[in-house]
């Protein structure tokens, strides 16, 4: 019976142990299944506020860019303004410089006389005149009348030499093309009267001087125009009035001659002076 009850006994005990082992079981298992779902609450919330500190950085940095980027922009801007106001400074400059030297510089209208004969003595030349010197000579042709024409002169003179005849000269074609030619780099610009006056001066250093044909004339005597430019038709016509018809400028003998508007000749004018057409002054040996 003891047996019976020890073992009764152990076996209530081993069941007591038994249903306080799955009872302790029962009760931890919410425990660790609560633990659990707390540990993975709290992960969320973590991940959750996480999310948003990681979108503040990127707008972040996104505000930052954007406020570098308006400042290289605004920085651009205002130097392009400085490029462009120093720009139209500098034009202003120029332009009150070009209206100062205007203002000083004489207009047509103001020019004096002596500032024009400066400029056709600087820049005419016996291969190109200037419009001024052809109204010059235009002019001085229309002082004269036709009187002394009649008598076979150009001009009248103060001095003429009664003795004094003009004479023609048979010429060569290449005498005649040299001729124009001399004349035309001698007194281009001086009209019929001038050109005449120079064309009596070789004629007449031709026969005083006993020369055979003109080419001697232009080598030996000094004529500095060029020959290369092509004659005028008044060029032409002097020659065939002066060589051909036998006429005359002026009643005298002419031998040499200068510009006084480019030099002054003491040995010119130690010579005979006959007249004066222009700049031009001619002489008598």
């Known amino acids: 019976m003891s047996r019976v009850m020890k073992k009764s006994t152990r076996f209530v005990t081993l069941s007591l142990c038994i249903a306080l082992l799955f009872t302790n079981t029962l009760i931890l298992a919410p425990e660790v299944g609560a633990a659990s779902d707390t540990t993975k609450t709290e992960t969320e919330m973590t991940i959750n506020s996480n999310i948003p500190a990681a979108e503040d950085a990127v707008l972040t940095q996104r505000a930052i860019a954007i406020d ?6 605004q920085a651009a801007v205002s130097e392009q303004l400085a490029i462009i106001a120093l720009e139209e400074e500098e034009a202003k ?24 004969a400066e400029d056709t003595d600087s820049e005419d030349s016996a291969e190109s005149s200037s419009t001024s010197d052809e109204e010059y000579y235009e ?5 004269y009348g036709t009187a002394e024409a009649a008598y076979g002169f150009l001009m009248g003179i103060d001095n003429p030499d009664p003795s004094y005849a003009g004479c023609t000269i048979s010429l060569s074609d290449s005498e005649r093309d040299i001729a124009e030619r001399m004349i035309m780099g001698e007194a281009g610009s001086c009209g019929f009267t001038g050109m005449a006056l120079v064309a009596q001066c070789i004629r007449d250093t031709y026969v005083q ?3 055979s044909n003109i080419h001697d004339v232009l080598n030996e005597n000094g004529y500095y125009g060029s020959t290369s430019i092509t004659p005028s038709e008044t060029a032409r016509e002097v020659v065939s009035y002066i060589f051909d018809q036998g006429g005359s400028a002026v009643q005298h003998s002419i031998r040499v001659f200068y510009a006084s508007n480019y030099c002054t000749s003491e040995w010119h004018e130690s010579q005979e002076y006959v007249c004066s057409y222009g700049y031009v002054r001619f002489f008598d040996m």
């Open 68 to 73: 570098e980027a308006k400042k290289e922009a």
């Open 93 to 116: 400059e120029e332009e009150t410089e070009t209206l100062s030297t205007e203002a000083q510089e004489p207009t047509a209208e103001t020019a004096t006389p002596s500032d024009s």
């Open 139 to 143: 002019d001085s042709d229309a002082d």
């Open 209 to 211: 001087g006993g020369y």
